[in-house]
């Protein structure tokens, strides 16, 4: 399992790397936007198959997170939600649309707005990030850091375990590996802001590391709890020893919004070497 984890990053993180670093010269950091969304709609697949009724309810649900991913990240903020709002509303629309109203209806209409918001709207941060001085560094840092805290947190969690964190929601995980995986995402963040974001001080980059440590562990188990309540092990077989898009992805959508809002906020200078 581990071998396979290994070697599934070891293929995707060089080409999202360079999709990123590229990005920050290019116009609207198309290349980012292209691999981004075409994990939103990965991502939106999965979610589709778990809680929707078929393919008319997956190409909806695809269509609509896409539709709110672009929406989210390359309208104007007055734009942006009132579109992703619409989005939402199509989304129960279509799910409600044609018989009479049951309450299995009543839930995919719910988990389609859902999902249309959760992958499409907070994926949407990475683009906006990415439009920031220094941008292309931040987004590495937010990415870097959920990574370094999802590793630490296996490895401490094996070696140190012994309270549980959530054990209904997700039993393998642990007070000591999370405490770990915090402490990974501050460290490599600090490291990461000192060779490339040389003007952000080691605290605050440590502080921004984790908080979006801290997100996302909260969307690992979050995810975990959506699983459970479709009845699966994993949101889908695509990356081997990771399962599919969504289980990877989890951590780095919920960390999306507090990185944004940090590199918004810094009052540092995002001047990159």
Not at 199 to 212: C, E, K, S
Not at 214 to 221: C, H, R
Request: charged content about 10%; aromatic content about 8%.
């Amino acid at each position: 399992m581990l071998r396979k984890r290994v070697l599934t990053a070891a293929v995707l993180l060089p080409v999202l790397i360079a999709s990123i670093l590229v990005s920050g010269r290019c116009p609207r950091g198309w290349p980012f936007l292209l691999v981004s969304g075409a994990a939103a709609g990965l991502c939106a697949a999965e979610w589709s198959r778990m809680f929707s009724g078929g393919p008319r309810d997956l190409a909806a649900g695809i269509l609509l997170t896409a539709t709110v991913f672009l929406a989210a990240s390359q309208l104007p903020w007055p734009l942006a939600l009132p579109a992703v709002l619409v989005c939402v509303l199509l989304a129960v629309f279509h799910a409600l649309a044609g018989a009479a109203v049951a309450a299995d209806k009543a839930r995919t209409a719910g988990m389609l707005g859902l999902g249309a918001v959760y992958v499409g709207g907070l994926l949407a941060m990475y683009p906006r990030t990415l439009s920031l001085p220094g941008g292309e560094h931040w987004v590495l840092l937010g990415i870097l850091s959920v990574s370094a805290g999802d590793t630490m947190a296996y490895f401490s969690g094996r070696a140190l375990g012994r309270t549980k964190l959530a054990p209904a929601i997700s039993p393998n995980k642990t007070v000591e590996g999370a405490i770990g995986g915090l402490v990974g995402s501050m460290a490599c963040a600090a490291l990461y802001a000192h060779g490339f974001l040389p003007a952000v001080p080691a605290w605050y980059a440590a502080a921004a590391g984790g908080a979006a440590g801290v997100f996302g562990q909260g969307g690992d188990l979050f995810e975990s709890m959506l699983k459970r309540a479709a009845g699966v092990k994993d949101s889908g077989t695509l990356l081997p020893g990771h399962g599919g898009m969504l289980d990877r992805a989890d951590g780095i959508l919920a960390a999306g919004p507090v990185l944004y809002l940090f590199a918004l906020a810094s009052p540092f200078a995002g001047i990159a070497r």
